[in-house]
């Protein structure tokens, strides 16, 4: 694991990153390439799920293949609110937090006594019992999916119709995860995470009740899983349980590696990565998975610390010589 | 509640049991030898189901439809082992996970590149398209009693084959201490090579008996992948007695759960009520009950004994 | 006289056919180093992971301090005051020696539910853990990864890590496993300067390093304790020589 050098390659990449894409909607304005600004929308909200599940897989070691239940949770409380009226912003968010939170409390409670396999099984199988819950229930729309009318509202001044508010809000969520992130796990509590992840054994000799600090952890980003959720809700204005499928969950996972695990900047590229390939494949063929599998193997195989691994390579190669 | 219907159900829950089992004994022996978690193992099932399907539908013969379903399984399944799978038993089960996550979206893709996005039909061979008067008024499809008796057949050979032979030896060794059996000079590699292409013509048989069953498409797989890893998680991951116990109950318990569990809530509640959360809780039922399982029995029913 | 600081009454642990621990009783005063003997299989590593708690013996008492230990997981007593090494070296690799000693310093330092200050620089923990590695001669190597030290190195490291808990009692299961002389001298040196300020229960295979620094000797054969005394006692007794020392006449 690198150190937590201040200036290092991995803050310079990741100022990088920030200051591209808080310029991205003039940018792509004065090159008439508007419509990028709701692609990279998605991006984000992506990006969001991706970091969210790095602290718990790339920090704290915990595979868990069910981390799309934490986004449908979220996209459905702001759906669900929206069904019966409520619009409110910060009561819809409010929601999806919290359920997502209890939801992850409790799968996390049950999972977390196991490990390896099992753990990867286990989350698995919770995620999957919320998909088929959400498909069985009719009255949000069950498999048809259920449509939002209007956007969350965050008081008259924010209007979320507007591409640009929408991709500045979502910026502004991603921005403030990754630097709540990075405190998150260079703080005691993180030390815990990471220590459990490089020798658990270790940690409960040493006097550390290693799990109520994974389901802490496990919370946190079931809960940040949620506010992608709801940002996704509100992108699409419509949720379904497909945002649930387990291939979801995959999906996600495949960002974290592709970016670069454990290190909160890399699922960021990895969302780029992933949704980029994703819309430039299958404007080539629609076959684009036939190309995306064998890529993932690849990666897994032979670059396996991700983009961001061959960047930080690159960066630290250059500035030392 | 009709007894002839609760019959008829437990039959078919058995029937999906054995279909299981066949999908579950592969992925745990592959497990419990290679520690290798391999999510692509419903892309041998589907690889099955298609191949038969395909080969039926121009040769008109069952005999070679069964052939070329177990074979084209087992051939792919010795392929990946070959070009991809030597590279990962070293890896973490992460990396298994995610590369052969890559695999399934590839081999999806492949057969609906081959045969489109369109299911394929498959049909119940002749010989077998009657019923069966089990019990007097009971009459019950003879293509799924066929099923469990292959399945029955197949655990028994697999009993008589890892408990009594030389081969089975080495995969109850290789399974209890995988390092000590490369030092006692065991070709690692060919058994290794071996259990996976067994284990993929499991797979692919459980395919090509389901074909007539379910639908033959993309992704077909995927389902009873997930299954199949709950029932090896509940049978415990390196036992195939674990497999086949935990696959007849999953099997039962998930076919009983769809037919009754929504007629038995409207005994308790409304209508409409019983139509949102019967084939909800049926859905949920079986990880409920891994889930269950996992809490007291963390590491399943049976689990082998290992160093 | 004083209560002992730690009692073994009736441990029993069994693993299938195997007793590992047959009915083993043994009393441990403060202050004292008590070190266990014998040969390989004797049950002494699984009667240290039962002191820990990281087994759960089938029958029997542990009592730290007069108080009943039995049921405690391992954190709990290591808050209690029980530390352990490892006989197989189980360091955090991928991080630094400091980062090691002061993660164990973090357990002891009340809850860690703190998400905002960066512990790395945090002086509450980077300075005692750097006392520490001064202690057993690590302060030059404090930034290196732990995976990169030498093997002396990272005993030491092991060791490091059970003091960072200021323990009461401290279980090192063969410290000196794997090291060369000078290092086995060293160590001999560090834990003779140990002894005034913790309890130890030392097992080693290190005869030499045993009859220079134990207080109290007890040999252990197949999960039975057969012998405890003084180290001159021990020396003395046939059994043990016949059984453990071998044939030929101790110095």
């Given at each position: 694991?690198?150190p937590?050098n201040?200036?290092?390659a991995?803050?310079?990449i990741?100022f990088?990153?920030?200051?591209?894409?808080a310029?991205?909607?003039?940018?792509t304005a004065?090159l008439g390439?508007?419509f990028?600004?709701?692609?990279?929308?998605r991006?984000m909200i992506f990006?969001?799920a991706a970091?969210s599940l790095?602290?718990?897989?790339?920090?704290?070691?915990m595979?868990?293949f069910g981390?799309?239940a934490?986004l449908?949770?979220?996209?459905y409380?702001?759906?669900?609110l929206?069904?019966?009226?409520v619009?409110?912003g910060?009561?819809?968010?409010?929601?999806?937090?919290?359920a997502?939170?209890v939801?992850?409390l409790?799968?996390?409670f049950?999972?977390?006594r196991?490990?390896g396999?099992y753990?990867?099984?286990i989350?698995l199988a919770?995620?999957?019992m919320?998909?088929?819950l959400?498909?069985?229930?009719?009255t949000?729309?069950?498999?048809?999916?259920?449509?939002i009318?209007?956007?969350?509202e965050?008081?008259?001044?924010?209007?979320?119709?507007?591409?640009?508010?929408?991709?500045?809000l979502?910026?502004?969520?991603?921005?403030?995860f990754?630097?709540l992130?990075r405190?998150?796990?260079?703080?005691r509590?993180?030390m815990?995470?990471?220590?459990a992840?490089s020798n658990?054994?270790r940690?409960?000799?040493v006097g550390?009740?290693?799990?109520?600090y994974?389901l802490?952890?496990f919370?946190?980003?079931?809960?940040?899983?949620?506010?992608?959720g709801?940002?996704l809700?509100?992108?699409?204005?419509?949720?379904s349980?497909s945002?649930?499928?387990?291939?979801r969950?995959?999906?996600?996972?495949?960002?974290?590696?592709?970016?670069?695990m454990?290190?909160l900047?890399g699922?960021i590229?990895g969302?780029?990565?992933f949704?980029?390939l994703?819309?430039a494949l299958?404007d080539v063929?629609g076959?684009?998975?036939?190309i995306?599998?064998?890529?993932l193997v690849l990666?897994v195989?032979f670059?396996r610390?991700?983009?961001?691994?061959l960047?930080?390579?690159?960066?630290?190669?250059?500035?030392?010589? | 509640?009709?007894?002839l219907l609760?019959l008829?159900q437990?039959?078919?829950?058995i029937?999906?049991g054995?279909?299981?089992f066949?999908?579950?004994?592969g992925?745990?022996l592959?497990f419990?030898?290679?520690?290798l978690?391999?999510l692509?193992h419903g892309s041998f099932?589907?690889?099955?189901?298609?191949a038969?399907?395909?080969t039926f539908?121009?040769?008109?013969?069952?005999?070679a439809a069964?052939i070329a379903?177990?074979?084209?399984?087992a051939?792919v399944?010795l392929?990946v082992e070959?070009?991809?799978f030597r590279r990962l038993y070293a890896?973490?089960?992460?990396?298994?996970?995610?590369?052969t996550?890559g695999?399934?979206l590839?081999?999806?893709?492949?057969?609906?590149?081959?045969?489109?996005?369109t299911?394929?039909?498959?049909?119940v061979p002749?010989?077998l398209?009657?019923q069966v008067?089990?019990?007097?008024?009971?009459?019950?499809?003879?293509?799924r009693?066929?099923?469990i008796?292959?399945g029955?057949a197949v655990?028994?050979?697999l009993?008589l084959?890892?408990?009594?032979t030389?081969?089975?030896?080495?995969?109850?060794?290789?399974?209890?201490?995988?390092v000590?059996l490369?030092?006692?000079g065991v070709?690692?590699?060919?058994l290794?090579?071996?259990?996976f292409?067994?284990?993929a013509?499991?797979?692919a048989?459980?395919?090509l008996?389901?074909?007539?069953?379910f639908?033959v498409e993309?992704g077909m797989?995927?389902?009873?992948?997930i299954l199949?890893?709950v029932?090896?998680?509940?049978g415990g991951?390196g036992?195939i007695?674990g497999a086949?116990?935990?696959?007849l109950?999953?099997?039962f318990?998930d076919?009983m759960g769809r037919a009754?569990?929504?007629?038995?809530?409207?005994?308790v509640m409304t209508?409409a009520a019983?139509?949102?959360?019967?084939?909800a809780?049926a859905?949920?039922l079986?990880?409920?009950?891994?889930?269950?399982?996992l809490f007291?029995?963390?590491?399943?029913l049976f689990p082998p004994?290992?160093? | 006289m004083?209560e002992?600081?730690?009692?073994i009454a009736?441990l029993y642990?069994h693993?299938?056919?195997?007793?590992?621990?047959?009915?083993?009783?043994?009393?441990?005063d403060e202050?004292?180093l008590?070190?266990i003997i014998?040969?390989?299989?004797a049950g002494k590593t699984?009667l240290v992971a039962?002191?820990?708690?990281?087994?759960?013996p089938?029958?029997?008492?542990?009592r730290?301090d007069?108080h009943?230990v039995?049921a405690?997981p391992p954190?709990?007593r290591?808050?209690r005051?029980?530390?352990?090494s490892f006989?197989?070296?189980?360091?955090?690799?991928?991080?630094?020696a400091?980062d090691?000693?002061?993660l164990a310093?973090?357990a002891?330092?009340?809850?860690?539910f703190?998400?905002?200050r960066?512990a790395r620089?945090?002086p509450?923990?980077?300075?005692?853990?750097r006392?520490?590695?001064?202690?057993?001669g690590?302060?030059?190597?404090a930034d290196t990864q732990?995976?990169?030290?030498?093997?002396?190195e990272?005993?030491l490291?092991?060791?490091?890590?059970?003091?960072?808990s200021?323990?009461?009692?401290?279980l090192?299961?063969?410290?000196?496993?794997?090291?060369?002389a000078?290092?086995?001298a060293?160590m001999v040196?560090?834990?003779?300067?140990l002894k005034?300020?913790?309890?130890?229960?030392?097992i080693e295979?290190d005869m030499?390093a045993?009859?220079?620094l134990a207080?109290?000797?007890t040999?252990?054969?197949?999960g039975?304790i057969?012998?405890?005394?003084?180290p001159?006692e021990?020396r003395?007794d046939?059994?043990?020589?016949?059984?453990?020392l071998?044939?030929d006449?101790a110095?």
């Amino acid at each position: 694991m690198p150190p937590d050098n201040p200036v290092s390659a991995r803050g310079l990449i990741t100022f990088a990153v920030i200051v591209v894409l808080a310029l991205l909607p003039p940018a792509t304005a004065a090159l008439g390439i508007g419509f990028y600004v709701d692609i990279f929308t998605r991006i984000m909200i992506f990006a969001i799920a991706a970091l969210s599940l790095d602290i718990i897989l790339g920090y704290g070691g915990m595979v868990s293949f069910g981390h799309a239940a934490f986004l449908g949770i979220g996209a459905y409380s702001v759906g669900i609110l929206a069904f019966y009226g409520v619009d409110n912003g910060f009561l819809q968010f409010g929601v999806a937090i919290l359920a997502s939170a209890v939801v992850a409390l409790f799968i996390g409670f049950v999972s977390l006594r196991t490990s390896g396999i099992y753990f990867i099984m286990i989350t698995l199988a919770f995620a999957q019992m919320i998909y088929f819950l959400s498909i069985s229930i009719n009255t949000y729309g069950g498999d048809n999916g259920l449509n939002i009318d209007r956007h969350s509202e965050f008081t008259r001044f924010i209007d979320l119709n507007d591409a640009n508010t929408l991709y500045y809000l979502v910026f502004a969520v991603l921005v403030l995860f990754l630097l709540l992130g990075r405190r998150l796990v260079a703080s005691r509590f993180g030390m815990v995470i990471r220590g459990a992840k490089s020798n658990e054994r270790r940690m409960e000799a040493v006097g550390f009740p290693v799990l109520r600090y994974r389901l802490a952890a496990f919370v946190i980003a079931g809960a940040m899983g949620g506010v992608a959720g709801a940002l996704l809700a509100n992108q699409d204005l419509f949720v379904s349980p497909s945002i649930m499928q387990w291939t979801r969950s995959g999906e996600i996972l495949m960002m974290v590696i592709l970016g670069g695990m454990g290190t909160l900047v890399g699922p960021i590229f990895g969302a780029v990565v992933f949704l980029v390939l994703e819309t430039a494949l299958s404007d080539v063929t629609g076959h684009w998975q036939a190309i995306m599998g064998p890529i993932l193997v690849l990666v897994v195989l032979f670059a396996r610390d991700g983009i961001f691994g061959l960047l930080s390579h690159r960066c630290a190669e250059s500035r030392r010589g | 509640m009709d007894p002839l219907l609760v019959l008829a159900q437990a039959l078919n829950g058995i029937q999906f049991g054995v279909m299981l089992f066949l999908m579950a004994a592969g992925l745990t022996l592959v497990f419990g030898i290679m520690n290798l978690i391999n999510l692509a193992h419903g892309s041998f099932y589907m690889v099955g189901a298609y191949a038969a399907a395909a080969t039926f539908q121009t040769t008109g013969s069952f005999l070679a439809a069964s052939i070329a379903g177990i074979g084209a399984g087992a051939a792919v399944g010795l392929a990946v082992e070959i070009a991809v799978f030597r590279r990962l038993y070293a890896r973490d089960h992460l990396d298994q996970v995610l590369a052969t996550f890559g695999l399934i979206l590839f081999f999806n893709e492949m057969v609906r590149i081959i045969w489109g996005s369109t299911a394929l039909y498959a049909t119940v061979p002749a010989f077998l398209a009657g019923q069966v008067e089990i019990l007097p008024g009971a009459p019950y499809p003879a293509y799924r009693l066929a099923i469990i008796a292959v399945g029955l057949a197949v655990a028994a050979l697999l009993y008589l084959l890892v408990g009594k032979t030389r081969l089975g030896m080495l995969i109850r060794a290789g399974a209890a201490d995988r390092v000590m059996l490369g030092a006692l000079g065991v070709n690692v590699k060919i058994l290794y090579t071996l259990v996976f292409g067994l284990g993929a013509a499991l797979a692919a048989l459980a395919g090509l008996m389901a074909g007539p069953i379910f639908t033959v498409e993309a992704g077909m797989g995927e389902n009873v992948l997930i299954l199949a890893f709950v029932v090896i998680v509940i049978g415990g991951i390196g036992s195939i007695r674990g497999a086949f116990v935990a696959a007849l109950l999953v099997g039962f318990v998930d076919t009983m759960g769809r037919a009754f569990l929504r007629p038995l809530l409207a005994t308790v509640m409304t209508n409409a009520a019983a139509d949102n959360a019967g084939p909800a809780l049926a859905s949920m039922l079986i990880y409920l009950m891994m889930a269950a399982v996992l809490f007291f029995r963390p590491r399943g029913l049976f689990p082998p004994r290992t160093r | 006289m004083a209560e002992p600081l730690l009692s073994i009454a009736g441990l029993y642990k069994h693993f299938g056919g195997i007793i590992a621990t047959d009915g083993v009783s043994l009393q441990i005063d403060e202050g004292e180093l008590h070190a266990i003997i014998g040969p390989n299989g004797a049950g002494k590593t699984t009667l240290v992971a039962q002191l820990m708690g990281e087994l759960r013996p089938d029958r029997g008492s542990i009592r730290l301090d007069g108080h009943d230990v039995t049921a405690l997981p391992p954190y709990r007593r290591s808050l209690r005051g029980i530390a352990r090494s490892f006989q197989i070296t189980s360091v955090f690799a991928e991080l630094t020696a400091c980062d090691n000693v002061a993660l164990a310093v973090q357990a002891h330092a009340g809850h860690s539910f703190r998400f905002w200050r960066a512990a790395r620089t945090d002086p509450a923990l980077r300075e005692p853990a750097r006392a520490i590695l001064g202690e057993v001669g690590l302060a030059h190597r404090a930034d290196t990864q732990a995976a990169v030290l030498a093997h002396g190195e990272r005993r030491l490291l092991e060791i490091a890590i059970a003091l960072a808990s200021r323990p009461r009692l401290l279980l090192l299961d063969e410290p000196m496993a794997g090291m060369g002389a000078d290092d086995a001298a060293r160590m001999v040196g560090f834990l003779s300067r140990l002894k005034s300020r913790v309890t130890v229960l030392l097992i080693e295979h290190d005869m030499d390093a045993v009859f220079a620094l134990a207080d109290r000797v007890t040999v252990m054969v197949y999960g039975r304790i057969v012998a405890s005394g003084t180290p001159q006692e021990i020396r003395a007794d046939a059994e043990v020589r016949r059984a453990y020392l071998g044939e030929d006449e101790a110095a």
